[in-house]
């Protein structure tokens, strides 16, 4: 009897270590994504889920753009998701610095990759620069579409484009990647700081697949209405992904709106909709989720996070166990 009862120990140990690092590794999950209608779907032909956040513009928080934060972020905040949001326009981003900003963004993607969580490659960005958008995508594509990790977002948050900009810039990148990369996921944006989801629902791209749309809320300013105008898309039969996120008023300021956050986060879980938060960045202003003078490589107490880090953190870690 008391070698039986070992080997049976030794498996429901085995057991619980397997599970918890298949947890741990959301790829090893789910694998290749894809769209199936409107759901965003694994390789197993089941509706995945993605939850996790973006890092803050990486012209400014290139220090958090480091191998440790990222393996911090898999594995106490449970993403399942990161985002590189590629500054592009302002002083010492891609336009200006291409080969340093690129180097912050590789480091972020092959630590992502050696995590297994996904990672959306965000082309951070208010105005339409597409032979740039061109040229660096592609490279992206030649060097980890093969990765099921990878997801490209052309656009954060056109402002003043119509979508018929945004859909010509979007579809000449989606050939670009295409030609290289068949399969991973592609993101598009929707004109009005990602708010106007309603006008791509009325005219999709077609003849591409695994391409989602992206509506970016901040629960302070954005309410029901911008849920109206998601519920739309769905109706029209759009995939939606919300790229960038937060609890408190559009300028990334003021207090956090907890009872309209709460309305979101209901909101894309009835959905079954992908939620990434904003951001991974030390300012003093309510969405930056750390505190001035924190080590940017991770192994954050909670002493170290502003009140929209542990917010976002405590969500997470709830997301994540709700979908053991
Ligand atoms: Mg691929």
Redesign the pocket.
Known sequence: MKPKFKLKTAVIFLGVIISFNLQAQPVKLHGNLSIQGIQLTDEHGKPVVLNGVSYGWSNWWSEFYNEKSVAWLANDWKCDVIRAAMGIEPDGGYIEKPQWTKEKIETVIKAAIKNNIYVIIDWHSHNIRLPEAKEFFADMATKY??NPHVIYELYNEPVKDSWTQVKDYSIELIKIIRAI????LILVGSPHWDQDINLAADEPITGYKNIMYTCHFYAGTHGQSLRDKCDYAIKKGIPVFISESAGMEASGNGPINYAEWQKWIDWCASNKISLVTWSVSAKRETCSMMKQGVSPEGNWKETDLQESGIKTRELLRKQAESQK
């Open positions: 579409g093969k990369d068949p399969d991973n």
